[in-house]
C-alpha cells in the first residue's frame, strides 16, 4: 500500500481558490496529471483557469469547460491539456476518445470527473477533490501519488500562507 499525504484547505472565497490554482500552475512540471472530483458546480473549471495562468496560459486564450468537446488544449509554458469525463462513462470511452495520447503526453492534464477513468489513473498524479461547505467555501483535499507531488505539493504549501 502506498503512503500517502493528504493535505486539506479550507477556502472562503474565489479569490483564494485562484491563489491555490495559480501555486499549482507554478509547480506542475511536464507530464503532470492532476485530477478533480467535484460535485457540479463546486469550482473544477475555475481552478484549471487558475492553473493555466500558473502555467504561464496567455489571457486571450480563455479557459473553458471542455464537457462537450471533452478537451481543450491552451499553450503556455508547457501545454495544459484540459479534459471533462462527465459525458463518458469508464475507460472504454476515454480510450475510444484517443485521450490517452493527452494524460500521458507531453504536457499537463487536468482532468474534471476523473473517477470515470477507473485502471487508467497514471501512477504519479495529483487528485483534488472539492467540497462545497457554503455559498462560497470550499474544502480542497490534496491527494498525491508519487514522490514528485508529494514533495512539490508539501512545499508549495509550507513556503506559502495556504500552510
Known amino acids: 500500500m502506498q ?3 493528504i493535505l486539506s484547505r479550507h477556502v472562503d472565497n474565489p479569490a483564494e481558490t485562484s491563489v491555490i490554482g495559480h501555486l499549482l500552475g507554478n509547480i506542475c ?7 478533480l ?3 457540479l458546480g463546486a469550482g473544477k473549471t475555475t481552478l484549471t483557469q ?3 495562468k ?5 489571457a486571450d486564450q480563455y479557459v473553458t469547460s471542455p464537457s462537450f468537446a471533452l478537451m481543450h488544449e491552451y499553450r503556455g509554458r508547457e501545454p495544459l491539456y ?3 469525463f462527465y459525458r463518458l462513462t469508464g475507460e472504454d ?6 485521450l490517452l495520447e493527452y494524460i500521458y503526453g507531453p504536457g499537463v492534464a487536468v482532468i474534471e470527473w476523473s473517477d470515470r477513468m477507473g485502471g487508467l489513473c497514471p501512477e504519479q498524479r495529483l487528485e483534488i477533490e472539492i467540497k462545497t461547505t457554503g455559498e462560497t467555501t470550499r474544502l480542497y ?3 498525491p501519488y508519487g514522490t514528485s507531488w508529494k514533495s512539490r505539493i508539501e512545499k508549495a504549501f509550507v513556503d506559502t500562507s495556504l500552510s
Open 3 to 5: 503512503d500517502k499525504r
Open 82 to 84: 484540459h479534459m471533462d
Open 141 to 143: 483535499t490534496f491527494t
Open 50 to 52: 487558475s492553473i493555466a
Open 93 to 98: 470511452d476515454i480510450e475510444g476518445a484517443g
Open 29 to 35: 512540471i511536464r507530464g503532470d496529471v492532476i485530477l
Open 54 to 58: 500558473g502555467l504561464g496560459v496567455s
Open 37 to 39: 472530483q467535484g460535485d
